[in-house]
C-alpha cells in the first residue's frame, strides 16, 4: 500500500469544478416512504419467510381443491374415517400418514388379544398384521398384541388416497381444509376491505372537516365502540341468514370503528402541517388535498391495521363456527373443520390436528406480516 | 374528573339503552316461539302460554315491560326451561364462569408481567427471543386450539387432570391456562415494549449516575412506571376472556354462563340469549368504565386528552 501511493503521479490530480449550482442538484432521486419500507422488510427475514408462507397457503386453498380427486361434500360412508395416507411418505413408517392403523392390545394370552384387534378392526382379519410384543402367562392382560390394520386394503381402496384421512361421513378432509382454508381467508379479507373503507372515509371526512360534523360523527362512534362486537355480531348472525355474507356483514358492522378512529386522529395531526397549509394557500381543492397529500401520509398505517385486523377476523369466524353460528354445512370453514375436529378427538385427532395447525400458522404468519409492517412504515424507526 | 366520570356515565347509559332496544325489536323479529309443539295445543292453551309470557299486550307496552323488567335485573323466561327465569338460570352459572375468568386474568397478568420483564431486562439476549415466540404464538394460536391440546395430551393421553366437567378445584385447571395463554401473551409483549422504553427514559439514566444498584433501578423506577400504561390493555383482555369462556367452557362441559349461552343459541331460546347478551353488555360497559375511570385517576394526560 505504502509503496503504490508513493508511486502515484501529483499532475493526475486536478482540482474537481464545483460551482454553487451544481452543489444544489440533488444527486440521487430521494426514496419514497414505500420504497423504504420495502428494503427494510427485504431484510427481515421473518418476514420474507412469513410471506412465502403466505403466498404457498393462498395457491394451495385456490388450487388444491381443484386439482383433488374429491369435493369437500362428496361422502362416501363405506370410507368413513380412514387414516392420513400420502405417497411416497407412507413409506416412512415413524411419520404415520400410511393409512394404516396401529394399536396395542392387551390379553390374557395372545390369542385374546388378537381376538380383541379383530373386533376393533371391523372383524377384517386378512388384513391385520400382528407383531407380539410380550406372550404373557396366563394372568390378565399379561399378552402385548401390537396389531396395524391396513383399512385401505380391507375396503378395497388401495388406489386411493386421502392425504389428511376422511371425516366421519367419507368426506377427504385434505379437500375439505384447504377449501376452508379459501373460504376463512375470503371472509377476513372482504371484511378487513369492507373496514378499510367504510373506516378511512368515516376517519377521513370527520378529521377533515373537524367542528361540528367532527364532533357528531365522534359522539355516534363513541355510542358504536360501548357495544361489545361479540354481543353485535352474534346478534346480527341471528337475523341474517347463515352464510358467508351474514359473517362478513356481522364482522364489519363493529369492525370498522377502530379504523374510523385512527385514521381521523392522523387526519387531524396532518391537516396542522405546513404541506396542507401551503398548498391550501395555493388554491387546491379539497379533493386534491385529500388525495394527493393527507391519504398517502396515511396509508402506512391503513395497511398496518388491515394487516392486523385480518387474522382477528379470521379468529372470530372461527369462533362463530364454533359456538354453532357459522356457515351451515356441508360448506366448510377452518371454523367449522375444528368444530367436527372436536367431536372426534379422542378417536381420531388429525381430523382436529390439521385445521387447527393450518389456522395457527396463518394467524402467526399474519402477525409477523404486520408486526414487519409495522416497522417498516414506522418513520420513527427508518433506517 | 366529576365532570369526565358524569360524562362517561351518560355515555354508558345510552348506550345500554340501545343495544336493550337492539334486543327487544330482534327478539319480535325472530321466529322463536314459546310453544315447542303449537299444533297439539288448543286455542285456550296457547292463549294461557302467550298472556304467560306477556305476548299478548301490544308492542310498546312490552317494550315498557322489557325495559322496566330490565332495569330491576328481569331478563324475562325461558322459552325452554319450564318456567325458569333468566336470571334465575344464569345467576346458577355465574360461578364457575367467574371463577375461570378471575383465575385466568390473575395467571395471564401476572405471568405475563414476569415474562415482559425478563425479557425486556435481558433484551436481545436468549430469554429475550424465547419469551417473544412464547408471546407471538400465545397471541397468534386460538385458544380452542390450546384448549384441544391440552385435553388431549395432559387429560387423555397422560391422564394427569380430568378430561372435563366440573367438580372442584382440579377440573378449573386446564381450562384456566387455556384461557390464560392469551392474556398472557398480550401482557408479556406489551410489557415487554413498555419496559424498554422505560429503561431508556433520562430518570433511569440518572439513577444509574447516582450509583443506585441495579435491582432498585429496575424496580423502583423501571417496573412502577412500565406498569401504569398496562391498565389500558386490561380491557381488551378483560373483552377477550369473556369471548374465551364461550369456547372454553364448552369444549371442557363447564356449566357456565358461556355454555348455557351456546346451548341456548343451537335450540333458539331467544330470552336466554338475549339476556346474556344483556348481561355481557353490562359486564363489558361496567368494566371498560372502571377501567377509564382508574386509568384517569392515575394519568392525568388521559383525562385531559379524553376531550381532544
Known amino acids: ?383 | 374528573m366529576a365532570r369526565y366520570i358524569g360524562q362517561r356515565i351518560i355515555y354508558m347509559i345510552i348506550t345500554l339503552f340501545l343495544i336493550a332496544t337492539i334486543s327487544f325489536v330482534l327478539m319480535k323479529l325472530l321466529p322463536g316461539s314459546p310453544l315447542a309443539n303449537a299444533n297439539k295445543l288448543t286455542e285456550e292453551q296457547q292463549e294461557v302460554i302467550y298472556e304467560k309470557y306477556g305476548l299478548n299486550d301490544p308492542i310498546p307496552v312490552q317494550y315498557a315491560n322489557y325495559l322496566g323488567g330490565l332495569v330491576q335485573g328481569d331478563l324475562g323466561i325461558s322459552f325452554k326451561y319450564d318456567n325458569r327465569s333468566v336470571s334465575d338460570i344464569l345467576g346458577d352459572r355465574i360461578g364457575p364462569s367467574a371463577q375461570l375468568g378471575i383465575q385466568a386474568l390473575i395467571i395471564g397478568t401476572v405471568l405475563g408481567i414476569l415474562l415482559g420483564l425478563v425479557s425486556a431486562i435481558y433484551h436481545n439476549g436468549i430469554t429475550d427471543y424465547l419469551s417473544t415466540i412464547i408471546a407471538v404464538l400465545g397471541t397468534s394460536i386460538p385458544s380452542f386450539v390450546f384448549a384441544g391440546l391440552l385435553q388431549f395430551f395432559v387429560a387423555v393421553k397422560w391422564g394427569i387432570l380430568p378430561v372435563a366437567t366440573w367438580n372442584g378445584f382440579e377440573y378449573s385447571i386446564l381450562p384456566t391456562i387455556a384461557l390464560a395463554i392469551f392474556p398472557m401473551a398480550t401482557c408479556a409483549r406489551f410489557m415487554r415494549t413498555e419496559m424498554i422504553e422505560v429503561l431508556n427514559e433520562d430518570y433511569i439514566t440518572t439513577a444509574k449516575a447516582k450509583g443506585l444498584a441495579g435491582s432498585a433501578i429496575i424496580f423502583k423506577h423501571g417496573i412502577r412506571n412500565a406498569l401504569i400504561p398496562l391498565i389500558t390493555i386490561l380491557g381488551p383482555l378483560a373483552v377477550g376472556l369473556l369471548t374465551g369462556t364461550l369456547v372454553i367452557e364448552q369444549i371442557f362441559s363447564v356449566p357456565g354462563i358461556g355454555e348455557q349461552f351456546v346451548t341456548s343459541v343451537n335450540t333458539n331460546d331467544f330470552p336466554i340469549i338475549m339476556g346474556t347478551t344483556m348481561f355481557f353488555a353490562v359486564v363489558f360497559i361496567v368494566m371498560i368504565l372502571i377501567i377509564d375511570i382508574l386509568y384517569g385517576l392515575i394519568d392525568p394526560r388521559i383525562r385531559l386528552s379524553g376531550k381532544d
Request: glycine share 8%; hydrophobic share 50%; proline share 4%.
Open chain 1, 1 to 383: 500500500m505504502e509503496n503504490q501511493k508513493q508511486q502515484l503521479d501529483k499532475n493526475l490530480f486536478r482540482p474537481a469544478d464545483r460551482t454553487q449550482e451544481q452543489g444544489d442538484v440533488i444527486a440521487r432521486k430521494s426514496s419514497t416512504l414505500l420504497q423504504d419500507a420495502v428494503r427494510s422488510l427485504r431484510k427481515n427475514v421473518f418476514f420474507m419467510i412469513s410471506l412465502f408462507l403466505l403466498i404457498v397457503i393462498v395457491l394451495m386453498s385456490i388450487f388444491a381443491p381443484v386439482v383433488s380427486d374429491y369435493t369437500y361434500k362428496e361422502q362416501d360412508l363405506n370410507r368413513s374415517l380412514m387414516g392420513p395416507r400420502i405417497p411416497v411418505l407412507e413409506d416412512i413408517s415413524f411419520l404415520g400418514l400410511s393409512g394404516k392403523e396401529t394399536k396395542t392390545f392387551y390379553g390374557n394370552n395372545v390369542q385374546t388379544a388378537e381376538m380383541k384387534a379383530n373386533t376393533q378392526f371391523d372383524n377384517q382379519s386378512d388384513f391385520i398384521t400382528f407383531d407380539v410384543v410380550s406372550e404373557g402367562d396366563g394372568s390378565p392382560n399379561s399378552a402385548e398384541v401390537k396389531a396395524t390394520y391396513d383399512k385401505y386394503a380391507a375396503k378395497g381402496l388401495e388406489d386411493e388416497y386421502f392425504y389428511f384421512g376422511t371425516d366421519r361421513l367419507g368426506r377427504d378432509v385434505w379437500t375439505r381444509v384447504w377449501d376452508g382454508t379459501r373460504v376463512s381467508l375470503l371472509i377476513a379479507v372482504a371484511a378487513a376491505l369492507i373496514d378499510l373503507v367504510i373506516g378511512v372515509a368515516y376517519g377521513g371526512i370527520a378529521a377533515y372537516y373537524g367542528g361540528r360534523v367532527d364532533n357528531f360523527m365522534m359522539r355516534f362512534l363513541e355510542v358504536i365502540i360501548g357495544i361489545p362486537n361479540l354481543v353485535v355480531v352474534i346478534l346480527m348472525i341471528l337475523i341474517l341468514d347463515p352464510g358467508i355474507w351474514a359473517i362478513i356483514i356481522a364482522l364489519t358492522i363493529t369492525g370498522w370503528t377502530s379504523m374510523a378512529r385512527i385514521v381521523r386522529g392522523e387526519v387531524l395531526k396532518l391537516k396542522g402541517h405546513e404541506f396542507v397549509l401551503a398548498s391550501r394557500t395555493l388554491g387546491a381543492p379539497n379533493r386534491k388535498i385529500i388525495a394527493r397529500h393527507l391519504i398517502p401520509n396515511v396509508m402506512g398505517l391503513i395497511i398496518v391495521n388491515t394487516m392486523f385486523s385480518i387474522p382477528s377476523a379470521i379468529f372470530f369466524e372461527a369462533f362463530l363456527s364454533f359456538i354453532g353460528l357459522g356457515l351451515p354445512s356441508p360448506a366448510a370453514s377452518l371454523g367449522t373443520l375444528i368444530n367436527d375436529g372436536f367431536k372426534t378427538l379422542l378417536t381420531t385427532p388429525s381430523l382436529l390436528v390439521f385445521p387447527a395447525v393450518l389456522i395457527s400458522i396463518i394467524m402467526i404468519v399474519f402477525n409477523i406480516l404486520g408486526d414487519g409492517l409495522r416497522d417498516a412504515f414506522d418513520p420513527k424507526i427508518r433506517k
